[in-house]
């Protein structure tokens, strides 16, 4: 019997050892060639940062124009770069499911490019409320090409999605101005009226009190007009665009597969593996 069994001094002795390390090198290199380029093709990272502007242009003036949005605001924005309408985009642009090897005849290939894009995608709000896009992709001109065209297309549906309800806004101010103005021009007509007499002008207690009435229409009528210019001025004008601090460019590093990593953990497995294979081995010796 095996004078070491009941100890680990084995586990120095010089064959042991020259085993571990001959094994261990062997499986580092194989991971090494199995995770070569020509074998799996690396994946390449791309990022850009953006600060989301305030879109209410009225607390945009009163911050002379430079200020920044809101937590919750900066969540709808990520909303929109995240939406099925923004990846719909990327598809388009980019065919996306013929990128992705997808039989567009399956019932579930739009799902399936979607996962794709997610998998591929990250979009997250950082400490310093920023808001990061990362792309990874195989080509790394194509990655920085797709994170910087989010934040285009990013604009582009924030502004359909907005237009609506600023065209509304600005048209019901227009409304409520011409209705105020209608009004007043048939007070004037009822106000002219009482004062065309035979015997010339009349000034009476219902003139009087017209003429008041006219007063305060004309002042809810200037009220209205100044709140429509404004509201016309708003739509005119472009909403805020997001302040780019860092365009997405080509990034040469590979992101994935993680070489050195997963070489280290090769080796490890199989000096594992050999360490339980031997305790195994000398414990049937020892039974024998």
């Known amino acids: 019997m095996d004078k070491n069994v009941d100890d680990l001094s084995w586990l120095w002795q010089k064959k042991m050892v020259k085993k571990a390390a001959i094994g261990s090198i062997a499986c580092a290199l194989l991971v090494f060639m199995v995770t070569s380029p020509w074998v799996i093709e690396p994946l ?14 009225s607390q945009q003036l009163n911050q002379h124009g430079i200020g920044f949005a809101s937590d919750r605001e900066i969540d709808w924005y990520i ?15 980019y065919d996306l499911a013929h990128y992705f090897k997808i039989d567009s005849s399956d019932v579930d290939a739009k799902n399936q490019v979607y996962r794709k894009i997610e998998s591929r995608i990250a979009i997250d709000k950082t400490r310093y409320g920023s808001v990061s896009i990362r792309v990874r992709d195989n080509d790394a001109t194509r990655a920085a090409d797709i994170a910087n065209d989010i934040v285009v297309l990013g604009e582009l549906i924030k502004k359909e999605l907005l237009f609506p309800n600023r065209q509304e806004s600005m048209r019901y101010a227009s409304s409520l101005y011409k209705q105020k103005s209608i009004e007043v021009s048939n007070l004037e007509k009822s106000l002219d009226s009482l004062m065309e007499t035979p015997r010339g002008i009349k000034k009476d207690y219902l003139y009087e009190k017209m003429l008041t009435l006219l007063n305060l229409e004309l002042q809810e009528l200037t009220s209205r007009k100044g709140l429509y ?20 460019v080509p990034e040469s590093q590979a992101i994935w597969p993680k070489r050195g990593l997963l070489m280290g953990a090769g080796a490890a497995i199989y000096l594992l593996l050999l360490l339980v294979f031997e305790i195994i081995r000398r414990d049937n010796r020892k039974t024998i």
Not at 44 to 57: D, K, N
Not at 237 to 247: E, K
């Open 44 to 57: 390449r990272e791309s990022e850009a940062i953006v600060y989301v502007p305030l879109t209410i242009l």
């Open 79 to 93: 909303q929109i770069l995240k939406s099925n309408q923004l990846a719909d985009s990327l598809i388009e642009r």
């Open 229 to 248: 210019e404004l509201e016309q001025k708003n739509f005119d004008t472009p909403l805020p665009a997001a302040y780019v601090i860092s365009s997405a």
